[in-house]
């Protein structure tokens, strides 16, 4: 049986039919006559029919869909989330009027576009990103191919310009866009007093490009790959404000300096204090921050030191406990300030003592030393080649023993902190500020797992700095997030997010001259973050005109 429409009187009619053999001849007979179809239509009875048919027929109804290729489902959360904060945040505006007057012949700001959003998701090459945006409708990036992303990738790291003396890095594309997003954002009231630096470093599988591959001290422990360094500046409301990337062999006390020329230069700073951990700190880059009228908030040596350990540490000024309200609870501190010298050329540390850390720092040391005395027993030659044993060793003739004044000299140092500072700011605030730089270091975690630049396999500097730009734009992202999400009162747990946001899901239906679109339920914590970033999910079904 089949339905069949056939016009009478200048209307559309639908019938009930069978076919039949009639002699040698099929013939159809009409089983049932079904009514004008627009009445049908307009009354819903023909829906009603065919819903009641598809009850009984359901598997049948889809397969030949499926077959005729007219139901297509792709993954809509996360582009729809961070394709409507990228237009708030205005970095597609400030791409395209970058690109105006360049004849590209693709869409460059969708690929970048679609490459930031695979940082956030998997992350991985640009080949891996062609394969995997084919499950999500992303508008505008249909007809992307992979060296079109090759190509906007090269273009974000394109270089403007010769390189200004005493800068440690070209003027590219993506420096620009920095400057464009900062100046979007800013009011009377957005300075950059205060900036968080800190540096990684990221490993290339293949010589790293023509300056950039450099081999140096891994801090991801692949001395055997060529790395380039990079620095990371945010604000002190935990905002990405820009990214220096440098070759790998480049030592992190000679970044500092050239960076905070370019922020003022870029940015237009008149007052500012950085804050850096103590791989930063040099007494040249401390002369030279002092020269530029910089303040600084400065992690320090404390174990090489020579005047922290004979000077600041022997220091018979009492602590003075503070408490400090954490996430997870509070934390107790013990914190003084010491003086070196008199007047403008005094030097000023802030000592910190933290009782949960020192605490900890013992256990370990003394889980370190319950395995060495273990191992002593076996025999001591191994235990040479390892770092964390050979701290605490001693030669005793042809053997070694466990040195107790190794052991009192490293109790000095648990949950000690030392900071030298210019700033005129109370300890307690200088404290405070360099514990926020853990938000940089948090960032990095994240830019290296969540947002993982590698694998890099670019072999030009220009597409490597894209490459690695990218992430910069996806972190921009995941913090206004989090911003809109904390002002709700509450911050998303971010694997599960993303894995929430590729259930959400569209699928589209092409019959009878319509597309009809349905999407999945709602579940896990994209309602909360829909209803915090201010957008409207989609109709559970639409339909409109098929083109």
């Known amino acids: ?102 004849q590209f012949g693709f869409a460059v700001e969708r690929a970048v576009f679609v490459a930031t959003l695979h940082r956030l998701f998997v992350s991985g090459s640009d080949r891996s990103c062609v394969d995997w945006m084919q499950s999500y409708a992303i508008d505008g990036a249909e007809d992307l191919a992979l060296h079109h992303f090759y190509r906007a990738m090269a273009w974000l790291g394109e270089e403007l310009g010769d390189r200004q003396a005493g800068a440690l890095a070209p003027r590219c594309v993506k420096d620009v866009i920095e400057e464009q997003l900062f100046e979007r954002r800013r009011d009377l009231f957005t300075d950059l007093s205060l900036v968080f630096m800190d540096t990684t470093s990221l490993s290339f599988y293949g010589e790293g490009g023509e300056t950039l591959g450099r081999r140096g001290h891994s801090k991801d422990y692949r001395p055997d790959l060529a790395q380039m360094i990079l620095a990371l500046v945010i604000d002190a409301e935990g905002r990405p404000i820009c990214t220096e990337m440098v070759p790998g062999n480049t030592a992190d006390v000679k970044i500092l300096m050239p960076v905070v020329t370019r922020l003022r230069e870029r940015f237009g700073i008149t007052r500012a204090c950085v804050v850096a951990d103590r791989g930063m700190i040099s007494a040249d880059t401390i002369a030279a921050l002092e020269a530029l009228g910089v303040e600084y908030i400065l992690g320090a040596r404390e174990r090489t030191s020579r005047v922290i350990r004979d000077v600041v540490l022997k220091d018979k000024a009492a602590m003075v406990p503070l408490v400090l309200d954490r996430q997870h609870g509070e934390t107790q501190l013990w914190v003084k300030e010491v003086r070196i010298g008199k007047g403008k050329a005094a030097q000023r540390y802030i000592v910190t003592v933290n009782e949960a850390e020192a605490r900890k720092d013992r256990e370990d040391r003394q889980a370190i030393i319950d395995g060495l005395q273990a191992q002593l027993k076996k025999g001591d030659k191994a235990l040479v080649g390892n770092s964390a044993y050979r701290r605490y060793l001693r030669s005793r003739g042809n053997a070694f023993e466990i040195d107790p004044g190794k052991l009192a000299e490293e109790a000095r140092f648990d949950g000690l902190s030392v900071l030298r500072t210019n700033a005129r700011v109370t300890p307690l605030q200088a404290v405070i500020r360099y514990r926020d730089l853990l938000e940089v270091e948090a960032l990095f975690r994240a830019a290296k797992a969540s947002f993982d630049t590698r694998p890099i396999f670019h072999q030009a500097d220009a597409a490597i700095r894209g490459h690695v730009f990218c992430s910069f734009l996806a972190l921009t992202l995941a913090k206004e997030l989090n911003r809109l999400c904390g002002a709700r009162g509450f911050q998303p747990e971010w694997q599960k997010l993303l894995n929430d946001l590729d259930r959400l899901q569209q699928a589209t239906i092409e019959k009878g001259g319509k597309v009809i679109t349905t999407r999945t339920h709602v579940t896990g914590q994209v309602g909360n973050v829909f209803k915090a970033a201010g957008i409207a999910l989609p109709h559970n079904i639409s339909e409109h005109p098929a083109d």
Do not use: C
């Open 1 to 102: 049986m089949f339905v069949v429409e056939r016009v009478a009187r200048g209307h559309s009619y639908l019938y009930l039919v069978e076919s039949v053999r009639v002699g040698k001849s099929v013939r159809q007979r009409t089983i049932k006559p079904l009514g004008r179809k627009d009445v049908l239509a307009a009354s819903g009875e023909l829906d009603r029919l065919v819903a009641s048919i598809a009850r009984h027929a359901e598997r049948s109804i889809i397969l030949s869909d499926i077959d005729a290729g007219r139901i297509a489902a792709h993954r809509i959360g996360g582009p729809l989330l961070f394709g409507r904060l990228w237009d708030r945040l205005g970095i597609g505006e400030v791409l395209n009027n970058l690109l105006e007057g360049r």
